[in-house]
């Protein structure tokens, strides 16, 4: 299954990122998913498979919470690493709360692996309309300061209040343009509230119909008209 999605995007022409989120669609499942050997197994197979195409990128799954997780975190790491030199996203502590120890003790083993981006989950901070980058710089300059590039992995819809008008979302792909934060930007296809309501990407409809999702959208086609020639 792994392998048509990953083939599909490729044939668009698109970064294919493997993540394995975690074993049973629960944010309280993410220990069992690191400790499992078969997930180590689905990555190891996957970066012998896809690890002469540096159009595959390999992200950890999601969150770890503790010195137990980033541990096996590293363990997967390593074993993609001896596979394949593609890019390994390394996931921050319970997202970013706050920025994670583990990483910023661990900063010479992280760049051994090399090709190293890390993955930030930002969920706090930027209520409302707000248009300032502040608060997510100061999220992902622990992590730019140590020299590693930065993606927002999870953008949520804590950037506004539910039933706001747009803007949360602009401060980010602000962040982006300016050249702050060094990566793309990226989110849940539904987020926790269910489509239909501001935490989801799509409108009931399924289409990118709400203020959320038009806004995702509308700061995707900026970005797209930054970069024409």
Known sequence: MAE?????????????????HWRDGGVADNTSTYSDPSVLAIYKSLAQKYGSNPHVWFQMPNEP??????????TIARAVRALTTNIIVIETFGGNYPPDPYI?????????????????????GMVGNSTSVTPI????????????????????NSLKAIGDSPGGIVPSFTAIK????????????????????????????????????????????????????
Do not use: C
């Open 178 to 229: 300016q050249g702050a934060i060094a990566g793309a930007l990226y989110w849940a296809y539904e987020a926790y509230g269910g489509r239909g309501d501001d935490a989801s990407v799509r409108g009931a409809d399924g289409n990118l119909s709400n203020p959320y999702g038009l806004e995702v959208a509308k700061g995707i086609a900026d970005l797209q008209l930054q970069k024409a020639p």
């Open 104 to 124: 910023l003790n661990n900063v010479s083993a992280l760049k051994a692996l090399g090709n190293v981006v890390i993955d930030v989950h930002y969920y706090s």
């Open 4 to 20: 048509s999605a990953i083939d599909t995007i490729l044939a668009s022409g698109l970064v294919a990122i493997f993540d394995y």
């Open 137 to 156: 710089l100061t999220e992902v300059s622990p992590y730019t300061n140590a020299g590693f590039p930065v993606i927002l992995g999870e953008i949520g």
């Open 65 to 74: 919470t503790g010195s137990g997780e980033f541990a096996n975190q590293m």
